[in-house]
């Protein structure tokens, strides 16, 4: 099932403290894609429709501000910087009030994360990251959370809807079924849903705001809700500084003095 782990990789997407702005690149809407027939297109498969959406990156890198809320009016407001190297690493740092709190280093077998508050670190080994979440999400497909696309490869989705306004994917695997929903004009992601099989639990990010950088089209918002058990989560992410082209550093040490936890 979907549980506390799960919900500590979209926090951990919004921990955080944001780095050194860079100058903005010049923005402006997607284009429309155009079909060439209606019949055509209704007989194409996912990867027909949507491969084209795919455009190749190779670093990504953007500043985000954060509202999470939980229980009973909780909330918190960090700051955050994020950076990632395609199908290899995300990295992550933040905190409140310009304080650097946490850093967290996800590869392609592990997630080690720093409690520079705490002088802490923590570190799960695992190809696919059991033990942190149920769902054996690899680096390419968080990334792919991330940057609004597909999770899995498009050869693995069936068509559930389309129709002139919206396109609907699916891919349903033993314990989850992953969903999008598109606008069929700009054939961007309106919402991402992981839905556990066996229980209520579920985590959705709904995107929005779209925009063209550097040829990509990124939503500068995003809303994720998430349950586990009694427990909803609502995270609010909203991205600026956003850069597919800047080669990037890792910077990632863990102080001799830091102890070790579970």
Not at 73 to 87: E, L, T, V
Not at 250 to 260: D, L, M, Q, V
Request: net charge positive.
């Amino acid at each position: 099932m979907l549980n506390k782990g799960f919900l500590l990789i979209l926090l951990a997407v919004s921990v955080l403290y944001a780095c050194k702005g860079r100058r903005k690149k010049h923005r402006e809407t997607p284009p429309v894609v155009r079909m060439e027939n209606d019949s055509m297109s209704a007989k194409a498969s996912a990867a027909d429709l949507l491969s084209s959406t795919l455009k190749t990156w190779t670093y990504f890198s953007a500043k985000i501000d954060v509202e999470v809320r939980y229980g009973e009016g909780k909330k918190f407001n960090p700051n955050a910087s994020i950076r990632m190297y395609k199908d290899s690493l995300i990295w992550l740092s933040g905190g409140l009030f310009g304080i650097e709190g946490l850093r967290v280093l996800i590869n392609k077998d592990s997630v080690v994360m720093i409690n520079k508050l705490e002088k802490t670190y923590t570190i799960y080994k695992n190809n696919a990251f059991k033990g942190i979440s149920d769902i054996p999400l690899t680096v390419t497909q968080l990334q792919n959370l991330i940057i609004a696309k597909p999770v899995y490869a498009l050869e693995l989705y069936e068509i559930l809807l389309q129709n002139e306004n919206r396109l609907s994917i699916a891919y349903s695997q033993e314990k989850f079924k992953t969903q999008h929903s598109f606008q069929k004009q700009f054939l961007t992601i309106d919402t991402t849903s992981i839905r556990d099989k066996s229980t209520p639990n579920f985590a959705e990010a709904r995107y929005s705001e779209y925009s063209v950088v550097n040829g990509h089209n990124f939503p500068s918002f995003t809303f994720i809700t998430a349950t586990s058990g009694q427990k909803i989560y609502e995270i609010e992410l909203r991205y600026s500084d956003t850069d597919f082209e800047t080669a990037l550093t890792f910077p990632f040490t863990i102080p001799a003095s830091y102890e070790k936890t579970k």
